[in-house]
């Protein structure tokens, strides 16, 4: 005798073997395992991290607009390109960014605080940097790019077309010409480096952090007399207008790209013991740079995010330029940057 159980299981058993029919179609349709795969995915095959995950590239500081600066601290147009008689989707702007949004009077470095901490410049000025390089033939700076496909103008223009995510993979255009020249200036005053060319955007953008993080890993796995780590990057930055920012500023009566340093935090949630000291790095080269070469430097970032910092005590990051700058003029200020860093690494 069926019980009315019996009766209900029996009766949604025609059903149950309906749905796994179209199951069995679908899989030979497609050529996909979808039962197993169902199987499969049922639970997670590990346990999520509880730390967080370093931002993506999308969200990274060089490819987000940033705020616009006050007037009063740009000079525009300190050599615009000539007249152009084509039509452009978006004018380029060039201007020397000069004061940062955080200094006041006071205040020994130009700098922008992008943290809630309440953050006194001048005690990390005379902080300066908690390491010193030692007498060794062994290198002792690494420069890696995190983003190393990004790229230039050809030649200066005044206004471009399209998006702003200017890309190249050869080495000769792209961040690796822009490293190799750090490099060059770096080693000619005495100071052994590494060059990471590795693509670590290329040809996949996504987690290109976490790739650069096991690069940098294994070097200074590799080569633990590494004390500076610079991942050199180029930024992007506009107006409300649509119109590009090209920050540049004359050198010797040559045109230079204005180079930002970014000095990281644990305010993005990251675990990051060292941002301070990292900090006293960057506060020790913004004040050399304001003074060997001033306005070479855009106001120090002190950034929200860790960016791949956290390996050692002078790891930052450079923005060289903007993606409406030439290759020439990143080639050049990567040049001068060389020698500000020697002026504080030599001492």
Request: hydrophobic content about 40%.
């Amino acid at each position: 005798m069926k019980t009315a159980k019996t009766t209900k299981l029996l009766s949604i058993i025609p059903t149950l073997v309906l749905a796994l029919i179209c199951l069995c179609a679908a899989a030979k349709n497609t050529g996909e395992p979808i039962i197993a795969e169902l199987l499969l995915t049922a639970a997670p095959l590990s346990a999520p991290s509880d730390e967080p995950r370093e931002p993506s590239p999308a969200q990274s500081y060089e490819e987000t607009a940033l705020p616009p600066e006050p007037p009063a601290v740009q000079t525009e147009a300190i050599a615009p390109a000539s007249a152009d008689s084509g039509s452009y989707e978006h004018a380029v702007r060039e201007m020397t960014i000069l004061r940062g949004t955080s200094e006041n009077d006071s205040s020994k470095v130009h700098f922008s605080n992008r943290t809630d901490y309440n953050i006194d410049i001048n005690d990390f000025v005379a902080a300066g940097p908690a390491f010193a390089l030692a007498e060794t033939d062994e290198p002792q700076v690494l420069i890696v790019h995190t983003h190393a496909t990004e790229a230039y103008l050809p030649a200066e223009a005044p206004g471009v077309d399209g998006s702003t995510a200017r890309r190249s993979t050869s080495p000769d255009e792209n961040m690796v010409a822009v490293g190799e020249r750090l490099v060059s200036a770096l080693e000619a005053g005495g100071v052994k480096c590494l060059h990471d060319t590795s693509f670590h955007d290329h040809p996949a953008y996504s987690h290109s952090y976490d790739r650069a993080a096991k690069s940098i890993a294994a070097y200074l796995e590799q080569y633990p007399s590494i004390k500076v780590v610079v991942d050199v990057h180029r930024d992007a930055v506009w107006k409300d207008d649509g119109s590009r920012v090209k920050p540049t500023v004359l050198v010797d009566g040559k045109k230079a790209a204005q180079i930002m340093i970014i000095s990281g935090t644990d305010k993005g949630g990251l675990t990051f013991d060292t941002w301070r000291e990292n900090l006293g790095f960057a506060a020790a080269l913004q004040y050399a740079g304001d003074r060997i070469y001033p306005g070479l430097l855009r106001p120090l970032n002190v950034a929200a995010a860790r960016y791949n910092m956290h390996f050692t005590s002078g790891s930052l990051l450079f923005e060289v330029g903007s993606d409406v700058n030439t290759l020439d003029e990143a080639l050049y200020s990567a040049e001068l940057m060389g020698r500000v860093m020697l002026d504080v690494l030599k001492k």
